[in-house]
Antibody
Framework: QVQLKESGPGLVQPSQTLSLTCTVS????????VHWVRQPPGKGLEWMGR???????SYNSALKSRLSISRDTSKNQVFLKMNSLQTDDTGTYYC????????????????WGQGTLVTVSS | DTVLTQSPALAVSPGERVSISCRAS??????MHWYQQKPGQQPKLLIY???NLASGVPARFSGSGSGTDFTLTIDPVEADDTATYFC?????????FGAGTKLELK
């Protein structure tokens, strides 16, 4: 059974760095792409970036200067780090997975974690 | 970035047919996908590549379109379909989502 679960601090101070973990089960990170998507409260969704099955990463250009995605395949975990947080970074952060293994970039989000709410506030 | 435009809200009665539109600012081939999100839940994939029904999704949901204009249709609408519906394109970098259409039942 495919599962993704996000974890991290619920509260981050402005200008600080956000660190989130996506722990997956039921599939291998060396076979599937995993993405991060976020959603401000009451608003729409924003694709942040992806960790490809081969270890390559790509980022939304709007966030690229602040964002880093990495992984630990032995622990089945994908990590997100984003620095210089501001109040408009408040929202729910999701990790998601592509539908097919060894897939390219023209994909959709077949599986989602439950999300983790991050509040940026002093 | 590719902007996806959706109407903000619709209200329909159970048993009726509803069409939710999504217009892209540039062509996305057939790489338009639809998600349903209920309050407090993560989005759920409904339709992929414009017209393909995701696994486990009722046949009441269907999708159509190509290029820049796409439609999600629910026929007939049921009370459980109250939710916000998002379109998403994966043809152009970066992936982008529409702002969502909130479907309410009368």
């Amino acid at each position: 059974q495919v599962q993704l679960k996000e974890s991290g601090p619920g509260l981050v101070q402005p200008s600080q760095t956000l660190s989130l973990t996506c722990t997956v089960s039921g599939f291998s990170l060396t076979s599937y792409n995993v993405h991060w998507v976020r959603q401000p409260p009451g608003k729409g969704l924003e694709w942040m970036g992806r960790m490809r099955y081969n270890g390559d990463t790509s980022y939304n250009s709007a966030l690229k200067s602040r964002l880093s995605i990495s992984r630990d395949t032995s622990k089945n975990q994908v990590f997100l780090k984003m620095n210089s947080l501001q109040t408009d970074d408040t929202g729910t952060y999701y990790c998601t997975r592509d539908p097919y293994y060894y897939s390219g970039d023209l994909n959709w989000f077949a599986y989602w974690g439950q999300g983790t709410l991050v509040t940026v506030s002093s | 970035d590719t902007v996806l435009t959706q109407s903000p809200a619709l209200a329909v009665s159970p048993g009726e047919r509803v069409s939710i539109s999504c217009r892209a600012s540039e062509g996305v081939n057939s790489y338009m996908h639809w998600y349903q999100q209920k309050p407090g839940q993560q989005p759920k994939l409904l339709i992929y590549k414009a017209s393909n029904l995701a696994s486990g999704v009722p046949a009441r949901f269907s999708g159509s379109g190509s290029g820049t204009d796409f439609t999600l249709t629910i026929d007939p609408v049921e009370a459980d379909d109250t939710a916000t519906y998002f379109c998403q394109q994966s043809w152009n970098d970066p992936y982008t989502f529409g702002a969502g259409t909130k479907l309410e039942l009368k």
